[in-house]
């Protein structure tokens, strides 16, 4: 994490408590840049899609951490992340891959089950970061 920004994870004990990886609210002090991350999708540049769920997000979070790298940002600068999933079904693994790649760092999520662009796709991600 950019030592110029501060994170306070914010869980009021008069919500719901946050389950799955994730605080109800992250406030972000800097003076830095912020990067909006549009929908990243489970695609490779040379239009290959993997076939299982746990592939495809993998995939999605490689195709976000190499939009972050561009950037000089790693995946401890995400303040807001939003999955969108094809199924309810897939949430398990998407939860799984997620804690994978973000380790102890907890940015507000929201995850929406809906229809996405492609048949083939399970997953769509964006994301806001900081630094």
Not at 36 to 51: K, L, N, T, Y
Not at 62 to 68: F, K, P, W
Request: aromatic share 4%; charged share 20%.
């Amino acid at each position: 994490m950019i030592e110029t920004m501060q994170m306070r994870p914010i869980n009021p004990e008069s919500v719901p408590e946050a389950t799955g990886g994730y605080h109800n609210a992250l406030e972000v002090q800097t003076a830095g840049r912020m990067l909006f991350i549009s929908g990243q999708i489970p695609q490779s540049r040379d239009g290959h899609v993997p076939a299982t769920p746990e592939a495809q997000c993998r995939l999605v979070w490689d195709n976000i951490r190499a939009v972050l790298a561009d950037a000089g940002m790693d995946v401890d600068n995400l303040v807001k992340v939003t999955t969108f999933l094809a199924d309810r079904r897939h949430a398990d693994v998407n939860t799984k891959v997620r804690n994978e790649v973000l380790g102890a760092h907890r940015p507000a999520l929201t995850v929406i089950v809906t229809g996405i662009f492609d048949p083939e796709w399970i997953i769509e991600i964006e994301a806001i970061a900081v630094a």
